[in-house]
C-alpha cells in the first residue's frame, strides 16, 4: 500500500466515533486538510495531523504501521505538547523550518478558521487567526519572512504575546501589554496602524 493509503486507514480507525465542536465526524476535518496537500507528503501529515493527540495512537504505532520515519517527524512536530502554550506550539512549527510542516499547519489552520465562523467559536477564531497570521507570510516561501519570527525582531514577539493574552486567555487589554512589556498605545499603533485616535 501507499503511504497516502495506510494513512487514510489509520485516519480512519483514529476518527472513528469522534466529532467535532460543530458535530460533524472528525475524520472530516482530517480529509479536508488532507485534500489541500500539493504533494504525498503534505497529505499523508494532513490525514495524520490529529491523530496521536486525539486519540490511542503513538508516533511509534505509526512506524510500526508503515509510515514512514520522516512522516512520523512531521506528525510529531504538528502534534501540540500536552504542557504546551498554543502561541510556543505554533513558534514550534516555524521553527522547524520544514516547508511541509508549515503547509499542513496553514491548511489545518484554514480549515479551521471556516469551522470556527460556522460554529461561532470566537475564542478559538481569534486563537487561530492569531496562528494564521504568524505563519502564513512563510508559507510556500521559506525565506520570506523568518523576521516574523521573531529572530530578528524580537520586540515583534511583544506584541503578538500580547494578542495572545488578550484574545485568547481574555486578559483585559492592560494586563495583557503589561505582561509583554509594552504600552496598550504601542499595542494598538502595532495591530491598527491607520488609526487616528487611540
Known amino acids: 500500500m501507499s503511504q497516502v493509503e495506510i494513512a487514510l486507514q489509520i485516519a480512519l480507525d483514529a476518527h472513528k466515533g469522534q466529532y467535532d465542536l460543530n ?4 475524520i472530516v476535518h482530517a480529509l479536508a486538510v488532507a485534500v489541500q496537500g500539493n ?3 503534505e497529505i499523508v501529515a494532513g490525514l495524520l495531523h490529529d491523530v496521536v493527540r486525539d486519540s490511542d495512537w503513538t508516533f511509534d504505532d505509526l512506524l510500526e504501521a508503515g509510515i514512514e520515519p520522516r512522516q512520523v517527524d512531521a506528525v510529531r512536530v504538528l502534534t501540540r505538547r500536552i504542557d504546551e502554550q498554543y502561541v510556543d506550539y505554533i513558534r514550534r512549527i516555524a521553527w522547524a523550518h520544514d516547508p511541509v510542516v508549515i503547509n499542513v499547519k496553514c491548511n489545518d489552520l484554514d480549515h479551521n478558521l471556516r469551522r470556527d465562523r460556522k460554529g461561532d467559536h470566537l475564542r478559538l477564531l481569534a486563537q487561530h487567526n ?3 497570521r504568524m505563519l ?3 508559507n510556500g516561501d521559506e525565506d520570506a519572512a523568518w523576521d516574523l519570527l521573531f529572530d530578528d525582531d524580537p520586540d515583534e514577539a511583544k506584541f503578538w504575546q500580547a494578542k495572545f493574552d488578550f484574545q485568547v486567555k481574555e486578559m483585559s487589554i492592560e494586563q495583557a501589554t503589561a505582561d509583554a512589556g509594552i504600552t496598550v498605545e504601542q499595542y494598538m499603533r502595532f495591530f491598527h496602524p ?3 485616535e487611540y
Not at 23 to 26: I, N, S, T
Open 23 to 26: 458535530g460533524a465526524p472528525a
Open 39 to 41: 504533494n504525498e507528503r
Open 130 to 132: 492569531a496562528a494564521r
Open 136 to 138: 502564513h507570510p512563510i
Open 194 to 196: 491607520d488609526r487616528t
